[in-house]
T-cell receptor, first 111, second 112 residues
Framework: RKEVEQDPGPFNVPEGATVAFNCTYS??????FFWYRQDCRKEPKLLMS???SGNEDGRFTAQLNRASQYISLLIRDSKLSDSATYLC????????????FGGGTRVLVKP | SQTIHQWPATLVQPVGSPLSLECTVE??????LYWYRQAAGRGLQLLFY??????ISSEVPQNLSASRPQDRQFILSSKKLLLSDSGFYLC???????????FGEGSWLTVV
């Protein structure tokens, strides 16, 4: 089993709709969680950190479910510019504080 | 503010040739530095990380090496490239080990 797993998609989303997707992690001792966004042939960029209580940044909401070992990202009112690959990132102190990246979920927002 | 740059952005190299990718960070001191590789359709793989000058940790056995000759300079090298070395190479920096990291623009390497 991969340490961090994501549905590769693509998730085809009509403009203005809501899309949500999850990321599961295998190490129950994982401590920090992040979402990165990666545009085609570009470097990943930090989208948001994921806090235990869940957090929201504009149209983006991230949540953490420790019991089931997954994090989620929800995008409301999708824009064409939201089309990208979203990478889930997990950090575990047991793994030497290194970040482990998921393979990414591709989102395509269409008019 | 902090910035990170890496170069070259794109290169095509024959099998067996050497490689040198360079990365520099500005606006911070004693950063943690990382080299990642992203093969086509695959996730990011950590290759090397460094917590200080001359301190290099290797994550996977391979024909690549890394060096940190200065505090904010990180270099990825190979003496002889393999076809399997093709991919998107990303340098990154972070202030706290295990916390958020920030990537350079990336270097596309095609080994032919």
């Amino acid at each position: 089993r991969k340490e961090v797993e994501q549905d590769p998609g693509p998730f085809n989303v009509p403009e203005g709709a809501t899309v949500a997707f999850n990321c599961t992690y295998s190490n129950s001792a994982s401590q920090s969680f992040f979402w990165y966004r990666q545009d085609c042939r570009k470097e990943p960029k930090l989208l948001m950190s994921v806090y235990s209580s869940g957090n929201e940044d504009g149209r983006f909401t991230a949540q953490l479910n420790r019991a089931s070992q997954y994090i989620s990202l929800l995008i409301r009112d999708s824009k064409l510019s939201d089309s990208a690959t979203y990478l889930c990132v997990v950090m575990s102190k047991a793994a030497g504080n290194k970040l482990t990246f998921g393979g990414g979920t591709r989102v395509l927002v269409k008019p | 503010s902090q910035t990170i740059h890496q170069w070259p952005a794109t290169l095509v190299q024959p099998v067996g040739s050497p490689l040198s990718l360079e990365c520099t960070v500005e606006g911070t001191s004693n950063p943690n530095l990382y080299w990642y590789r992203q093969a086509a359709g695959r996730g990011l793989q950590l290759l090397f990380y460094s917590v200080g000058i001359g301190q290099i940790s290797s994550e996977v056995p391979q024909n690549l090496s890394a060096s940190r000759p200065q505090d904010r300079q990180f270099i990825l090298s190979s003496k002889k490239l393999l076809l399997s070395d093709s991919g998107f190479y990303l340098c990154a920096w972070g202030q706290v080990l295990g916390n958020t990291i920030y990537f350079g623009e990336g270097s596309w390497l095609t080994v032919v």
